[in-house]
């Protein structure tokens, strides 16, 4: 009897070696850690448990049949995060290179599958050199059984995804499906074809670093939402997010007990304004004002910098926020930034986060670059996920809303909950200058004329009264009270319940 | 007594200025300008008045719009606080053209002491002693090197008008005293109209120490001691204190005499200082008479007693002193630190923006201590380009030197700045600098002691255990709370464990740690214990704790995966992490900043005034490359190396930002 249970301590010994101490020590001679080591340092001390252990690969061509390690390759199961389940797979490097067989995708499918049924988040920990090419086409049907359960899980739990290593060709289809992707610097690459394939076909003669790093891929591609400068740092941060993410779409975001005074004044917001139309500020500050603890979790920093998008909680409760930012590009919205905030307002409804928006926008970018990349397509995937997003939505107009930007960021007409406004918002349909010599085209030859029609349309327009008269603005807050107010806000919305019409899914402008 | 006084200045002093006025039930008028609109002297102010757009030529300095504005709201009389118009003679005389009263002196006195040249001669004659020196005008640079020969290097070059540290520059070579010349020219004509400069010997291992004086218009003259201002960089004060660790009685009572009797020379009535450079045998050589009320007077109250501000207001109003010199006792010690919007980690260099958070310690007066803190700036302002980068002056008295120290230690420790680049740090490091402590600090303090800028501090391990049991101790709360989320599965909740690994400046900690409801015992791997206590909460940005019956006080920011915490002049990534985490943490490999020693970075935001260099120049090292004006410094960048330019990205006119490329190397 002792012997049949030592055996399976043997077993599991071998397992938990992967590719062997010679492979573990390159892995980490790379700057990396291995597969099991990031599964300790992202979930809860001793909370892991594996599934599939042994499960080894059934190929039998070039040779395999010698060589079936167990575990193939990826390490599968669930843990907890402060407490919360989750499930997470850890692709193994040191075993075949974390390449993906038949079994591993069935690993990562079973896990899945759970995860959708049983309702947690799953994390997907890659760092593989792609389809196990021994396998053949067996490799490729794993990949899209994968990706077929990236789809279905979508919505239903967050998916996150952390790119630890390579993940080319193929590969790259599964995180791109998740909600989110982070990469660590240095150490980590995608692309759809590598360096060499560049070169052949295209005659382009680029770095793996240059083609698919971290770098690439948070300030160019905005294909990863973050990056991390190492495996313990990453990890610890994915643990942070954890913290802010509903566990499925069927329930609340988290609230954890809180150490700030909701009714909070800052009064350095009344000056947060500056006296020049034109001279920018950083809406971070406001951000980190009105937030519990001034705690920002800043989604997508480095791409399209003139939108910002996060998490923040109020009274202990995620809130995702959308925040236009003066300091690049005056804030205006043009493809990526619409983009960018679409995809983070449509997760926010997808799992019942409530949306602050808070608005400085003088409107859309002009320019051919903008017209030809289809900035009206682009700008649309936001004025759609506004208007069908049902979850509390609370904004607040710091200063510009002009023209249909105004519209898009979160106005009353898209089902704004509160829409407040500081004594400092001008709601127009653009700023004065343009809107006097349109609507006084006869006076353009006379300086001193226009001069006087801009500030007669400064007077009526530029304040929020005109647009608080028609209830397009709820009330006009002090800048100082801008927590407690949009706290209360929030507060308030907590039993919103509000249903879009049946439909098989939306047609939102792709 | 005046009904209503107007306040020639802005910021620090002329809040300060309007406090003493509050208190003899004056009425206040402040001025402003476009860049002031929003700022605390106006706000405090009974009244304020607009004069006009953000540069000082345009607004503070100009006479007639001062004037207007006297006129417009009736003021009585003008306190004209330091820098700007102070030591004018041009306005005092137009407000007395007008009956309105100068809170300064007459204007004889200041037009004899304002001239550095003149009143060096009238010291003389007074029998005051001073440094040998050209006190003629120079015409050009030749002429100024020629001088320069004559007196023997190392010389000084000082605008005539000057104050402050502008317009002034050392000189160690012919080249230096050319291009200084130069520089000091410019600077001086930007500053204060007048370019006029002369030259003196220039004093090696000098202090800098200063008497006050205040006079009445009836002859009666007293001293209040001195101010030891040797802590200086480039010529600009830093830190200050009253009395000085260096005088003995007898020469504070022959320096106090002489500029007394200095002062009585030129018919002086209000508050004046007389500056002095006292070598390291106690000789004390004349430097100039400051004929206005000085930046560092809150010493000499806080050791006095007297409000200078209220003794420069009744002098002003014709009332006779009241305090005879046998009144005057010095009692404990004061140090003033003024805090700079300067960035110590970039060489000093000004920082200008938006005060998004500046929380002063609180204001404190004892029978043990005093903490005050002369400020002009709150949460949420702008420090403007325009003016003066000094934004508060923060002072404590005790006792004794060593309590007085202790206190500005924990002061600077609790004051919240941020937005802006400033040198609390710097201010940190001084306070615990064993030439400062032992009172043996000379004006080349700074150069000397951190010849290569200043870096931040090394803390001894003994603070760096204390940090790291308080960092354990604040993160365990931090874990303890991130377990209390909601939908955590029952029954299996995670428990936050007892053993820790805090890394901090390359070192790492192990500790365990025993909580119970009043706070931590943190045991070390070595043995060590210590007791930590503390209200602290996540998201409080300032930690007061208690460390084995000790205060510590850090500020506390996010860092990925842990903490950024400032301490006495240390800037530290901390991490706290669990032993198996730490193990896993020293796998990752360290990484090395990118090289940018191949680019010439601006280090500060402001206007290229122009571009030395055009590409395929070679450059020697210590070439002038180019020159940034920010805050009405010329700051002149130069070469760090030999190289070729092979990129300018900017040129004269152009405005940058911080870390803008301005040129690149091959």
Known sequence: ????????????????????????????????????????????????????????????????????????????????????????????????GGSLSETHAQKICKIMDMAMQNGAPVIGINDSGGARIQEGVASLAGYAEVFQRNVMASGVVPQISVIMGPCAGGAVYSPAMTDFIFMVKDTSYMFVTGPDVVKTVTNETVTAEELGGASTHTKKSSVADGAFENDVEALAEVRRLVDFLPLNNREKPPVR???????????????????????????????????DEGDFYEIQEDFAKNILTGFI??????????????????????????????????????????????????????????????????????????????????????????GGAYDVMSSKHLRGDFNYAWPTAEIAVMGAKGATEIIHRADLDDADKIAEHVADYEDRFANPFVAAERGFIDEVIQPHSTRRRVSRAFASLRGKSLENPWKKHDNIPL | MFNKILIANRGEIACRVIKSARKMGIQTVAIYSDADRQALHVQMADEAVHIGPPPANQSYIVIDKVMDAIRKTGAQAVHPGYGFLSENAKFAEALAAEGVAFVGPPVGAIEKM????????????????????????????????????????????????????KGMRIAWNDEEAREGFQSSKNEAANSFGDDRIFIEKFITQPRHIEIQVLCDSH???????????????RQQKVVEEAPSPFLDEATRKAMGEQAVALAQAVDYASAGT????????????????????????????????????????????????????????????????????????????????????????????????????????YEGGEISMYYDPMIAKLCTWAPTRGEAIEHMRNALDGFEVEGIGHNLPFLSAVMDHPIFIAGEMTTAFIEEQYPDGFEGVELPAEALQRIAAACAAMHRVAEIRRTRVSGRMDNHERRVGVEWVVSLQG??????????????????????????????????????????????????????????????????KV???????????????????????????????????NVAVQVGDEVQEGQALCTVEAMKMENILKAEKKGTVSKVNASAGDSLAVDDVIMEFE
């Open chain 1, 1 to 96: 009897m002792k012997d049949i249970l030592s055996e399976l301590e043997n077993r599991r010994q071998d397992a938990r070696l992967g590719g062997g101490q010679r492979r573990i020590d390159a892995q980490h001679a790379r700057g990396k850690l291995t597969a099991r080591e990031r599964i300790e340092l992202l979930l809860d001390e001793d909370s892991f448990e594996e599934f599939d252990m042994f499960v080894a690969h059934r190929c039998t061509d070039f040779g395999m049949e010698k060589q079936r390690p167990a575990g193939d390759g990826v390490i599968t199961g669930w843990g907890t995060i402060n407490g919360r389940m989750v499930y997470l797979y850890s692709q193994d490097f040191t075993v075949f």
């Open chain 1, 257 to 291: 007990p809180f150490f700030d005074e909701p009714g909070r004044i800052e009064d350095s917001l009344d000056t947060l304004i500056p006296d020049n139309p034109n001279t920018p500020y950083d809406m971070k500050e406001l951000i980190h004002k009105v937030a």
């Open chain 1, 313 to 402: 909680r109020l009274e202990g409760q995620t809130v995702g926020v959308v925040a236009n930012q003066p300091t690049v590009l005056a804030g205006c919205l043009d493809i990526d930034s619409s983009r960018k905030a679409a995809r983070f307002v449509r997760f926010c409804d997808c799992f019942e986060i409530p949306i602050l928006t808070l608005v400085d926008v003088p409107g859309f970018l002009p320019g051919t670059s903008q017209e030809y990349g289809g900035v009206i397509k682009h700008g649309a995937k936001l004025l759609f996920a506004y208007g069908e997003a049902t979850v509390p939505k609370v904004t607040v107009i710091t200063r510009k809303a002009y």
């Open chain 2, 114 to 165: 304002g001239d550095k040249i003149t009143s060096k001669k009238i010291a003389k004659e007074a029998g005051v002693s001073t440094v040998p020196g050209h006190m003629g005008l120079i015409a050009d640079a030749d002429e100024a090197v020629k001088i320069s020969k004559e007196i023997g290097y190392p010389v000084m070059l000082k605008a005539s008008a000057g104050g402050g540290g």
């Open chain 2, 219 to 233: 002859g009666n003259g007293i001293y209040l001691g001195e101010r030891e201002c040797s802590i200086q960089r």
């Open chain 2, 274 to 377: 007389v500056e002095f450079i006292v070598d390291g045998d106690k000789n004390f050589y004349f430097l100039e008479m400051n004929t206005r009320l000085q930046v560092e007077h809150p010493v000499t109250e806080l050791i006095t007693g007297v409000d200078l501000v209220e003794q420069m207001i009744r002098v002003a109003n014709g009332e006779k002193l009241t305090i005879a010199q046998a009144d005057v006792k010095l009692n404990g010690w004061s140090i003033e630190n003024r805090l700079y919007a300067e960035d110590p980690y970039r060489g000093f260099l000004p920082s200008i923006g938006r005060l998004t958070r500046y929380r002063p310690p609180f204001e404190v007066v004892e029978e043990s201590h005093v903490v005050r803190n002369d400020t002009g700036v």
């Open chain 2, 507 to 572: 070192e790492d900690y192990a500790m365990t740690i025993d909580a119970d409801h009043d706070g931590s015992t943190i045991v070390f791997a070595d043995g060590t214990e210590k007791r930590v206590t503390s209200s602290w909460t996540p998201g409080d940005q300032l930690a007061d704790l208690d460390v084995d019956g000790e205060k510590l006080v850090l500020k506390v920011g996010k860092i990925p995966g842990g903490f950024r915490i400032r301490s006495r002049g240390a800037d530290m």
């Open chain 2, 575 to 609: 991490h706290v992490r669990t032993p198996r985490q730490a193990e896993l943490a020293k796998l990752m490999p360290e990484k090395v900043a990118p090289d940018t020693s191949k680019l010439l970075l601006c280090p500060m935001p402001g206007l290229i005034v």
